[in-house]
């Protein structure tokens, strides 16, 4: 089992949607989740980040966590077709604080 | 402003050169990283340091060889041992050491290797 999971997609979504993007871990004794969005050919840049479990919104952006799940996911409201991106989920790893697992991605397509 | 300049943005070499890729950060963060990123892969940790002068290795540090001198830098060889070493090259740095602290990344250079 890998330590982080993402479905690659592509996700397709309409604009104007909702997109969810799904996260699953396998260190139950992970604290720290984080959400980077990379644009193709570039770097990632961080959209939002959760300790505790329930949600956390940023502006159009959503985190969620349930701790006791072992799953994390990102939802986008007014899904606009400059959100189309890979969306990458990282897990720290609680047997070694020092390192953080980035899950494979998501790629999300958001269709006018 | 404030960020993480990483350079060459795109580098061609021959198989069997060593090639030093540079990363320089002025955001003050005590800890810096090298990522590598395949297609259809996530990324995978080469080298991170926590403070001057001291470095550990990532899962895949085979092949390549870091430094930290200074705090503001922290370059990333990729010798001849490595054995695929066309990919997409990522620094990235944090605040601390702290397992919160998000990180930052650079623009990433873009290795060929030939």
Redesign the interface.
């Known amino acids: 089992q890998k330590e982080v999971e993402q479905n690659s997609g592509p996700l397709s979504v309409p604009e104007g949607a909702i997109a969810s993007l799904n996260c699953t871990y396998s260190d139950r004794g992970s604290q720290s989740f984080f959400w980077y969005r990379q644009y193709s050919g570039k770097s990632p840049e961080l959209i939002m980040f959760i300790y505790s479990n329930g949600d956390k919104e940023d502006g159009r952006f959503t985190a969620q966590l349930n701790k006791a799940s072992q799953y994390v996911s990102l939802l986008i409201r007014d899904s606009q077709p400059s959100d189309s991106a890979t969306y990458l989920c990282a897990v720290n790893v609680a047997y070694n604080t020092d390192k953080l697992i980035f899950g494979t991605g998501t790629r999300l397509q958001v269709f006018p | 402003d404030g960020g993480i300049t990483q350079s060459p943005k795109y580098l061609f070499r021959k198989e069997g050169q060593n090639v030093t890729l540079s990363c320089e950060q002025n955001l003050n963060h005590d800890a810096m990283y090298w ?1 590598r990123q395949d297609p ?6 080469i080298y ?1 340091s ?1 403070i001057v002068n001291d470095f ?1 290795k ?1 899962d895949i540090a085979e092949g390549y060889s870091v430094s930290r001198e200074k705090k503001e830098s922290f370059p990333l060889t990729v010798t001849s041992a490595q054995k695929n070493p066309t990919a997409f090259y ?1 620094c990235a740095s944090s605040g601390s ?1 702290d ?2 602290s ?7 250079t873009r290795l060929t290797v030939t």
């Open positions: 990522y259809g892969q996530g990324l995978r940790l991170y926590q550990q990532g990522l050491w397992k919160n998000p990180l930052h990344f650079g623009n990433g």
